[in-house]
Nanobody
Framework: QVQLVESGGGLVQAGGSLRLSCAASGRTFSMYAMGWFRQAPGKEREFVGHITWSRGRTAYADSVKGRFTISRDNAKNTVYLQMNSLKPEDTAVYYC???????????????WGQGTQVTVSS
């Protein structure tokens, strides 16, 4: 089992920044990739980006590319999502997820955090 706990969400004005954290515990050595997803009210959960634990390879959705950055601290078993130049359309509940494959699809991730709310005001 892997447990994931997100933190760092909140309310920010458009153009501002936030950094989300995802602390992993349990059988983290079995996980290959960590993903970030978000879900806005009335919409499906969508891919934001992912990172591999070993080499730190990243990929991002086009909607956040150039504004969001994912990083990891292997010693702390923690993954971060740095969000800059935030827009009102970034408002959503953000989730981190852990999986054994690298994918943009939600079924590819076995474990999920509880989510953290990010609200961007205009």
């Amino acid at each position: 089992q892997v447990q994931l706990v997100e933190s760092g969400g909140g309310l920010v004005q458009a153009g501002g920044s936030l950094r989300l954290s995802c602390a992993a515990s349990g059988r983290t050595f079995s996980m290959y990739a960590m993903g970030w997803f978000r879900q806005a009210p009335g919409k499906e959960r969508e891919f934001v980006g992912h990172i591999t634990w070993s080499r730190g390879r990243t990929a991002y959705a086009d909607s956040v590319k150039g504004r969001f950055t994912i990083s990891r601290d292997n010693a702390k078993n923690t993954v971060y999502l740095q969000m800059n130049s935030l827009k009102p359309e970034d408002t959503a509940v953000y989730y981190c997820a852990a999986g054994m494959v690298i994918t943009t699809e939600t079924p590819g991730y076995e474990y999920w955090g509880q989510g953290t709310q990010v609200t961007v005001s205009s």
